[in-house]
């Protein structure tokens, strides 16, 4: 049965989250050994991905990437910081903030793996795809 990146991640964070550093480090070695018989060393980058997001999580933080067409005000970004506090319970929210025109307005969330998409330019490309079915 294979195994995804999410569960080895799992897994792991619940081995290793109460120990002390050096029981850690040997839990890990024979993580990696156990990828290494599964052939799942491939999978390396996104188990770390996933690890920390639940090493975040267990903190009570969260990454976020904000990309708007324009920078947004210190309201919006507090409104949707409110929006993530409420839906994840984080209390921390770690931003990265970019500015890409080609959105043309509005802005796109992405945090845990979920896209939010509310960019004029989507908007726009779901109304067109509206208007080319009927």
């Known amino acids: 049965m294979k195994v995804s990146a999410k569960q080895y991640a799992r897994s792991l964070f619940e081995l290793t989250s109460k120990l002390s550093p050096e029981k850690t480090e040997l839990v890990i070695k024979r993580f990696v050994s156990l990828l ?10 996104k188990i770390i991905h996933e690890l920390a997001m639940l090493l975040e999580q267990d ?33 921390k ?3 990265t903030e970019k500015v890409d025109k080609s959105l043309l307005g509005g802005f796109v969330l992405r945090y845990q793996g979920f896209v939010l998409d509310g960019s004029l330019k989507n908007n726009l490309r779901k109304f067109k795809k509206q208007l080319l079915i009927k």
Request: charge should be negative; glycine fraction near 6%.
């Open 93 to 95: 929210i770690n931003w």
């Open 36 to 45: 290494q018989d599964r052939h799942d060393l491939a999978q390396g980058d």
């Open 59 to 91: 903190k009570g933080e969260l990454s976020a990437e904000l990309s708007s067409a324009y920078a947004l005000s210190a309201d919006s970004k507090k409104t949707i910081a409110t929006y993530l506090e409420n839906k994840l319970g984080a209390n």
